[in-house]
């Protein structure tokens, strides 16, 4: 059955390029917020050296558990714990023929992340009083999903369309359509890891730690910097020159 009421007129598809009645006009809009941190990385580099690749093995086992034991002693403020590089070489002896080994080394790298800033400094002074470990950080950053950013999108989409109907008015016109909106970093995709960051805390500790506890950092965390950017077109009346 075919009904004989008549159908709504679809709107008319903007052309591909400004005209004289259906002007377009780009503008680009930009934000930059300034937020506090949501996470701390600490990097941590637990090392043990032996006469013997079995002694230096069974240090370094016994070193990397304590330091294990330490950081997940903290519970649910550790949100990530992970152990990335092992490595244990030979030590050549400088002088004398052939390859007589005078030492071996072994390392083990461990990445930890915390929430709660306030057991960060407490940590990372326990971890730094612990035999030959090193302490590196920290690099303070927002979660990926962290709600700043989506504030950041949103007021650069505000700017862009606020920019745009100041053109518009100035011509005594006004905005009618939004033909593009192009995020600049589509693009180009963020990189994450954990850069040295001006500031941050190098330190390290070597055999013969303090027989008392070293007394808590006081870490002031390093604000972070949102930005987002957008490219928009629009149309809009023919203006009043």
């Known amino acids: 059955m075919t009904s004989d009421m008549p159908q709504p007129t679809p709107p008319p598809t903007p052309p591909?390029?400004?005209?004289?009645?259906?002007?377009?006009?780009?503008?680009?809009g930009e934000a930059r917020l300034e937020v506090d941190p949501e996470i701390a990385r600490i990097g941590v580099t637990v090392s043990a050296r032996g006469k013997d690749r079995r002694a230096a093995l069974d240090d370094l086992t016994r070193?990397?558990?304590?330091?294990?034991?330490?950081?997940?002693s903290y519970g649910d403020a550790v949100?990530?714990?992970e152990t990335g590089a092992f490595s244990i070489s030979p030590e050549l002896a400088q002088h004398g023929?052939?390859?007589?080994?005078?030492?071996?080394h072994g390392r083990v790298h461990i990445t930890a992340v915390l929430a709660d800033f306030t057991a960060l400094g407490e940590l990372t002074t326990r971890l730094a009083d612990l035999d030959l470990t090193r302490v590196d950080g920290p690099w303070w950053s927002l979660r990926p999903d962290s709600p700043a950013h989506?504030?950041?999108?949103?007021?650069?989409?505000?700017?862009?369309?606020?920019?745009a109907r100041e053109y518009a008015d100035a011509l005594g016109a006004r905005l009618s359509a939004l033909v593009e909106l192009a995020d600049l970093g589509a693009e180009a995709p963020m990189t994450y890891g954990m850069p040295p960051a001006p500031g941050a805390l190098r330190s390290a500790a070597f055999a013969g730690s303090a027989p008392e506890a070293a007394p808590a950092l006081d870490l002031e965390p390093e604000r972070q910097t949102v930005?987002?950017?957008v490219n928009a077109r629009f149309t809009m009346t023919p203006p009043q020159l």
């Open 227 to 229: 930005h987002a950017q």
């Open 97 to 104: 023929r052939g390859e007589r080994i005078r030492a071996y």
């Open 79 to 81: 949100e990530k714990l």
């Open 150 to 163: 989506g504030e950041a999108r949103r007021q650069a989409v505000l700017e862009a369309v606020q920019r």
């Open 16 to 28: 591909p390029f400004g005209t004289p009645e259906m002007p377009r006009v780009a503008v680009r």
């Open 63 to 72: 070193r990397n558990g304590q330091v294990l034991d330490l950081i997940k």
